[in-house]
């Protein structure tokens, strides 16, 4: 994600400078139209990347669909953060095209990354939430069969507790590297509740 905004910033960069120099070295007729293309240029350069945040936000509301475990209420937050993301991501697309500046242009790219975070939020509360909430229907199920370990079953259901509440609670913002330290801890109750349900099961082979 850092990478993207320093692409987006030299991008952007360059339309300051070249409106700048071409200020100082070009024929006065000439000015406009070379402002114009490297305005343009950088336009294009924000519009594309958010193009990227929309597919992705496609295919996050694909998985979704195909996650038939999730829960309702969840299944819920997240069906409106991605319409409500599509939406807002939309409408900066078309902000974009119609800035006059290179610096306007700057701060809709600045947006487009913190105010959304698709990549870095978006995309794991989706696949965050689809493997607890299967992993808690999995637990119901062995909890259900003959012979059942409840005790584990009930300590694997208990680092799983609150989880995906607490994942959906997470804003997007300025500090990615904030975001993921707020995910982490999610993330391995998945993977450390998958890798416990997995042994479990092989017991009751």
Do not use: C, N, W
Not at 12 to 28: D, F, I, M, R, Y
Not at 29 to 39: C, W
Not at 121 to 136: H, S, Y
Not at 159 to 185: E, F, W
């Amino acid at each position: 994600m850092k990478r993207t905004l320093i692409a987006l910033t030299l991008t952007l960069s360059a339309a300051l400078v070249a409106g700048t120099a071409g200020a100082a070295a070009a024929e006065p007729s000439a000015r406009p139209s070379v402002r114009a293309v490297t305005l343009d240029a950088a336009k294009d350069a924000v519009a594309g990347r958010i193009d990227q945040r929309l597919t992705a936000l496609q295919k996050f509301e694909t998985s979704l669909a195909a996650a038939k475990q999730v829960q309702p209420a969840h299944r819920d937050t997240l069906t409106k953060l991605i319409a409500d993301q599509r939406a807002g991501l939309t409408a900066l697309k078309t902000k974009v095209q119609g800035e006059t500046t290179a610096a306007a242009v700057k701060d809709d790219a600045q947006s487009m990354v913190t105010g959304y975070r698709v990549f870095v939020l978006t995309g794991p509360k989706v696949r965050l939430t689809a493997a607890i909430d299967t992993e808690l229907a999995v637990i119901a199920k062995l909890r259900a069969q003959p012979g059942a370990d409840t005790a584990k079953l009930d300590a694997v259901e208990a680092t799983l507790k609150g989880k995906v509440d607490a994942l959906l609670a997470v804003k997007p913002g300025p500090d990615a590297d904030a975001i993921k330290s707020q995910l982490q801890p999610i993330r391995t109750a998945a993977k450390t509740a998958h890798t416990d349900l997995k042994a479990l099961r092989k017991t009751k082979k």
